[in-house]
Nanobody, 125 residues
Framework: QLQLVESGGGLVQPGKSLRLSCVGS????????VAWFRQAPGKDREGVSA????????NYADSVRGRFTISRDNAKNTVYLQMNSLKPEDTAVYYC??????????????????WGQGTQVTVSS
């Protein structure tokens, strides 16, 4: 069973940056596509970005493209989400997830089977 643990969330002012980390254990994370999702209060879970197992392909939601960067270090079993130029509307709980079977970097929650517990990101002045 693959376990995922997110960290790096916090309170940050608009325009600033944060880097989230997702550490995998139990199974080699480099066997899996990994994606980041977020969920704001009262809203559906939204796909943010995904990265292939080798790290050579990425996908981004339009709302974050050009501001967020996903990357991975398979030697450390870790996937990162660098978030720049943060906006109040980026406030949400951020989750990392992996599919049981490799997908085409989709950003729909139903495509993913393993989930972390989430980390809160709050963007506010």
């Amino acid at each position: 069973q693959l376990q995922l643990v997110e960290s790096g969330g916090g309170l940050v002012q608009p325009g600033k940056s944060l880097r989230l980390s997702c550490v995998g254990s139990g199974l080699p994370l480099d066997d899996y596509t990994v994606a980041w999702f977020r969920q704001a209060p009262g809203k559906d879970r939204e796909g943010v970005s995904a990265i292939s197992s080798a790290g050579d392909r990425t996908n981004y939601a339009d709302s974050v493209r050009g501001r967020f960067t996903i990357s991975r270090d398979n030697a450390k079993n870790t996937v990162y989400l660098q978030m720049n130029s943060l906006k109040p509307e980026d406030t949400a709980v951020y989750y990392c997830a992996a599919p049981l079977i490799a997908n085409s970097l989709g950003l729909r929650p139903v495509e993913y089977d393993f989930w972390g517990q989430g980390t809160q990101v709050t963007v506010s002045s």
